[in-house]
Every structure is written in C-alpha cells, then in structure tokens.
C-alpha cells in the first residue's frame, strides 16, 4: 500500500510510519517511530475511500473503541488512533491510523513448523497465555470471534499477545449477557453453532476457537477445513472415528481429554475458561516459564531448525555471531531488539544496513534480484498462484517486489508479497528474498515459501547454513 500521489502518512501521537511489517491489502500494518521518546510501535492503516462504506467505518470505530479499553499482558496494547478524513485539503492520506505496541517477535505460528508443531511444554505455555488473554477480555464483557493463527503474535520478550479486534463484540452490558447473531470468522476456527441459523452464545465460541489453536500448535495445522460434515475431517470427529487417525491417536491422555472438552460440538457441554484453567494439562509442570530468552525462542523454533527452515533464513549468521550492540537505525528498535528477537535471527546485515524483518519466511540465493523474482515468478505461476503482472521497484532499498495471491489447503485464501533486495557479505552477492504476508494462515504461508525454495527452478542457487 504505497501513500497516493503528493499526501503523506501523518505523525500518530509522534510516531512517524516506517517500513511495511505485513499486509498491504484492505489494512496495512507499518513500524512507527518516535524519535523524541526513542521507541517503536506499529501502526494499523486502513485507507478511507470513496468506496468505504458507513458499516466499515462503524466497525474501525468498534475495534478502536474496544481495543483501546483492553489493558492486559497477554493482549496487544492499543496505544493511540486518529482518522484522517478526506477533505480536499489535507496533506494527510485519509484513514484510519491505529498506534499500537510493536509485536517484536512477529507471529506466533511464523516460528511453528507445518505439519509438526511445538512439544507439549511448549504449547502448554503459549495455552495458558491465551486463555489468560481471552479470560481478561471475556472479563471485560467482549469476545473476539477471530481467534486463529494470524491474529496471535510475539511481543520482543516472546510473550504471546491477542491482536485484532476486528470482529469482537459486546456480548455483556450493563451486566446483561446478550447472544449474538452475525456469522463470521474463518470457516477452520469458526465453532459449529454459526453454522445453524439462531443466535449463538459469545464465550463459548471463542473457546472453540481457542481449542483450534491448540491443535494447531501441537501438530501445525488445523483440525478441519470447517465444522460441517462437508468436511470429511469434521464428519469423522463426530462419529468419533478421527481419534483412531493420525495425529489424533498420538495424542496422549490429558491433552486429548482437554482437546475434547473444548472441541464439545455442543456449547452447553463445552469448558468453559475457569474449567479449562482448572484442567490438569493447563497445570503440568513445566520448565519453560523459567526459560531465558535465548533458550524460549531455540526451543520454539525447534522444528525449524530440524526442517532446516532456520539454516535457509539466515545462511551466513549464526545466533551467536550477532552483534548485540549494533544498532539497527540509531535508537528505532527500542525494546524489540531484545535477546528473544536476536535468537530468533529477526535482525540481518542487509545491503541497506542492519534489517528487521519478523518474518523467517525468507531466503538468500546467488543470482541477482531481477533474476531470481523472475524464476519464483514462474515458477509460482506453474503451481497455480496468481502473479501481479506489474513488479514493484522500492528505490530506497534498490528492491523489487511482486504481489501472490492464491489458496491454501484448508481453502482459505493466503496473499503477500515476495521481496528481493541486493545482497552482499563476505565476498558473496546475490539476493535477499523475504515472503511478507497479507492474508492468511501464517503456516500455509510457509508451506508456499518451502516449496519455491525446494523448487527445481529457484533450489540451485539457494544459499544455505555450511
Ligand atoms: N502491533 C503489531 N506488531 C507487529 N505486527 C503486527 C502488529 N499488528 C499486526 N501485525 C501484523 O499484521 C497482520 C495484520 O494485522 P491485523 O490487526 O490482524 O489486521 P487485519 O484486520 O487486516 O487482519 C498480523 O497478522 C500481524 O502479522
Ligand atoms: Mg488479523
């Protein structure tokens, strides 16, 4: 999302906009600065248009209403918002401006491997993290209805925090709890009583949610591609024959017992949070609370490193060898570049200086940028993704970038952008290429960028980890 001809992005309670972190579709989130202070943010943008409708505008305001009262450590803080409207006159680029705490360590599921996951220590705290959001939020008289991978992220400490109240609701006021009646969210994560016509309870639909993400740290993807029997995976779940199935049946006794008391199809039966909280699985004991820094994010990315993920986003650098004290530019990462952040390999010598990039989804090659997009290009193209025809050039990094847009496996539709920049160090030149992500699972994501890098096209020039 480049700013229309001749206007600028504001200032937001001081903080200039920055370099794009993910989107760049109907919302755009960017890192923010402020100088002054010395400290970082991201800031949401969604454009208002002659096309913005009255309802969009009605549901921005719920969210900055919403999100700004949400004051929790397991919930992004909301710091600041300012609409821009169009006027004729202003300098500004019309919209909506969210300011919010920068998710240093990016998404959550950025650092899971498809199809593997986190071990049960693991997914236990990152579990209880999101119950202890989801339960302050509820305490609060508001569900989330969007809980799913992408909407779960990391702040620079590695503590998980609930972004995107888009979609929430006020399902208690004035101490009155009232049901709801719109449909929405995502069919894999949406609970089974939206799919009939009455109007559904607010928490356990969340819960459900909840439930879907637990599957999905434990074995890296999701259950089911929605919960109706046309789905084959959901039909077996309700006979029961599932649990006889990979990976079900490697599912041990209290981790299944919990999976099946929040997956309860019918919301009356479901767990609520306080009985989830209570349950055994929640309450083992666990070394990982008393992780360090760098020892939480080795072991979150443990299946990267045995997939070899790890050794491809940064080939020439390990952990160790970072320079703990350089700066990226001058002050701007603040808090981010923490321990955590450094593990995690977020931070890279690129030809325009010392980058930042959440994202892992990235890779080194030998040939030159133009090159290399033009092979990914094809090859993407071959596999069924749509290619924006037009390549983007961004002069200050002397990149070029094309927009993906296809769908996953669950039938959910994933879009981004594939960057490539120069890239030079220890006598070596070739590209940089970074996968940002627009929409979708952040693991189908991944699963994309694997099978370009694995490509026959683009997998010989590839630089990886000696
Ligand atoms: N505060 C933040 N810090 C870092 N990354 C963020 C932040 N907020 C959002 N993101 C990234 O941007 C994506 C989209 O933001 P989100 O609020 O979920 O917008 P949308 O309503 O478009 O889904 C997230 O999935 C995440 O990757
Ligand atoms: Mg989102």
Known sequence: MSPPTNRKYPPIAGYELGSVIAGGGFSCVFRATNAELRSSAACKVVLITPQTTPQQRKELEKE???????????????????????????????????????????DLFDKIAPEVGIDHDMAQHYFNQLISGLSFIHGQGICHRDLKPENLLLSGAGVLKVADFGLCAVWRHKGQERKLAERCGSLPYVAPELSLPDPYRAEPVDVWGAGVVLFTL??????????????????????????????????????????????????TKRLNITQIRAHPWCNRSSQVPQ?????????????????????LAEPEMPAEDVDMDEEDDGFAMGGAKSQFTQSLMLFSQTQSGMKYTPNLTRFYASISPSQLLTLIAQFLISIGQQVSEDVHEDKR???????????????????????????????????????????GNPLSWRLLWKTVVNSPTVEPFVLKRR
């Open 64 to 106: 900055i209403k919403v999100h700004s009262i949400l004051k929790h450590a397991n919930v992004l803080e909301f710091m600041a918002a300012s609409v821009v409207e169009e006027n004729g006159k202003t300098r500004w680029v019309p919209g909506y401006y969210m300011l919010m705490e920068l998710a240093a360590g990016g």
């Open 218 to 267: 434990l074995f890296g993807s999701t259950p089911w591609d929605e919960p109706t029997t046309h789905s084959p995976e959901f039909a077996s779940y309700v006979t029961g024959e599932i649990l006889r199935q990979d990976p079900w049946n490697r599912i041990n006794g209290d981790a299944l017992d919990l999976l099946l008391g929040i997956l309860t199809i019918d919301p």
């Open 291 to 311: 992780l360090g820094p760098t020892a939480l994010a080795q072991r979150l990315t443990r299946g990267l490193q045995m997939n070899g993920d790890m050794a």
């Open 397 to 439: 990094t002397s990149g070029v970038s094309i927009m993906v847009r296809g769908k996953d496996t669950r039938g959910l539709v994933m879009a981004g952008w594939v960057e490539v920049e120069e890239f030079s160090r220890e006598g070596t030149r070739g590209s940089r290429c970074v996968f940002r992500r627009d929409k």
